[in-house]
């Protein structure tokens, strides 16, 4: 499955969530079918896709403890322009259940599965915490963006989270870093901008080339439950995730390319 995302950081408050949601509405609005998949039991991509979180018939908890399919689960065509899995309190307890069964890493894979060929990307917003639901989705992806503020800190918690990538390697070897997100960027800070230049140092194209700012429509349209696009389509803050969906894509097409490229290699080594 080319085409499931996993958005990740073990560190709260560096935009995560405001960018999953943000970049499927904007790939939405490029023609692009679209599955965002809420594995945070705060719900905020849920809230933030004009869905009540705790008014839903089924969320990702259902999912993930296999009493619905995937397509039982998805709610279509939210006020944000994409289909959704919603996420709520409930997966707390899916997490507790997930860890008494055992050997569950690779639940959500099996019911994205089904559905997968519906749709040109599947998005999975994870909590801020290597949990069973963050593995499940760092199990299911292809690719991990990992959004992150450019401060001293979220370099220690970049650490963690690319050793945690690599150990999850040996489960999922496709699962590669697709790209790393400055957030809540203030071209102000010149920590911000000493930082950014160290992530383009060490990381060099992993980096995305779009900066989401700091920005005040951006911060409100949660609130409305719109992404940004929709509450603000002039904002900064939207015309910044535009950029990144397409910058997204032409990443992604290069991504697939290189994987096609390589199959006849692997084809001629199985031979």
Do not use: W
């Amino acid at each position: 499955m080319r085409n499931i995302y996993a958005f990740a950081n073990q560190k709260g408050g560096v935009g995560k969530t405001t960018s999953c949601v943000n970049l499927a509405a904007s790939l939405a609005k490029l023609n692009k079918k679209v599955l965002l998949v809420d594995l945070d039991p705060q719900g905020n991509a849920t809230m933030g896709s004009g869905v009540d979180k705790n008014a839903v018939e089924y969320s990702a908890n259902e999912l993930l403890l296999a009493q619905v399919k995937a397509s039982e689960a998805i709610i279509p065509q939210t006020p944000a322009g994409y289909d959704l899995i919603a996420g709520n309190s409930d997966l707390t307890a899916a997490e507790v259940i997930l860890l008494k069964q055992g050997q569950q890493e690779h639940v959500l894979a099996k019911a994205l599965a089904l559905v997968a060929k519906r749709y040109d990307f599947i998005l999975l917003d994870c909590p801020p915490s290597l949990n069973m639901l963050t593995v499940n989705a760092l199990a299911a992806a292809v690719g991990v963006v990992i959004a992150m503020q450019c401060e001293y800190f979220a370099l220690e918690g970049l650490t963690d989270l690319l050793n945690t990538i690599q150990q999850l390697q040996s489960m999922n070897p496709q699962l590669q870093v697709f790209g790393l997100l400055r957030t809540l960027y203030d071209n102000r800070n010149r920590l911000a901008s000493e930082v950014s230049n160290q992530l383009i140092e060490h990381f060099g194209n992993k980096v995305f080339q779009t900066i989401i700012p700091r920005n005040v429509r951006l911060a409100e349209a949660p609130s409305y439950g719109l992404p940004v696009c929709l509450y603000d389509k002039n904002s900064r803050g939207a015309s910044a995730y535009l950029a990144l969906a397409s910058e997204f894509l032409r990443r992604n097409q290069k991504q697939n390319e290189s994987l096609v490229a390589k199959a006849p290699m692997v084809a001629a080594t199985v031979e």
